[in-house]
């Protein structure tokens, strides 16, 4: 009985250890998907901006000289 109790115990401390190890891993990769996210804004705001400063629509361009 007390071999099992032992055995028990080092199984839960195993757990456990694996519990905080994906609990960081967890941690990590939401630290990481807020600074992604964060980045793709900021590329998003250039994009914008570079997309409306020279570059004229489709209807408005005149077309090429070979037409």
Do not use: F
């Amino acid at each position: 009985m007390e071999d099992r109790i032992t055995e028990l115990e080092i199984r839960l401390t195993h757990i456990e250890d694996t519990l905080d190890v994906l609990n960081q891993s967890v941690i990590d990769q939401h630290k990481l998907i807020d600074r992604l996210q964060l980045q793709i804004a900021i590329l998003e705001k250039k994009l914008k901006a570079v997309a409306s400063s020279n570059i004229a629509n489709e209807s408005e361009e005149t077309p090429p000289p070979h037409y």
